[in-house]
Nanobody, 115 residues
Framework: QVQLVESGGGLVQAGGSLRLSCAAP????????RGWYRQAPGKERELVAF???????NYEDSVKDRFTISRDNTKSKVYLQMTNLKPEETGVYYC?????????WGQGTQVTVSS
């Protein structure tokens, strides 16, 4: 069983920045895809960004040039640097790991962007 633990959420004003972290306390295969998803109130969970084991990244269109996903394989950590945040990006941010056919999720961290 893979455990993922997010941290770094909080309250920030529009235009501000936050850095989310996702740790995997136990062992996790380095051959995986790690991602961040957002679930806004009353909406479905949606992909924000992902990074594969080779460092290739992909972003949802609205966050390109403002968010940066990165990973540290030595520490099994993934980060999401978010800048110029917008109120509509308020929600619970979930860390995800895809290993082979399995999906693993963290418990989520709340990000609130005030206008």
């Amino acid at each position: 069983q893979v455990q993922l633990v997010e941290s770094g959420g909080g309250l920030v004003q529009a235009g501000g920045s936050l850095r989310l972290s996702c740790a995997a306390p136990g062992s996790i295969s380095s051959t995986n895809v790690r991602g961040w998803y957002r679930q806004a109130p009353g909406k479905e969970r949606e992909l924000v960004a992902f990074i594969n084991s080779g460092g290739i990244t992909n972003y949802e269109d609205s966050v390109k040039d403002r968010f940066t996903i990165s990973r540290d394989n030595t520490k099994s950590k993934v980060y999401l640097q978010m800048t110029n945040l917008k109120p509509e990006e308020t929600g619970v941010y979930y860390c995800n790991a895809k290993i082979l056919v399995y999906n693993y999720w963290g418990q989520g961290t709340q990000v609130t962007v005030s206008s």
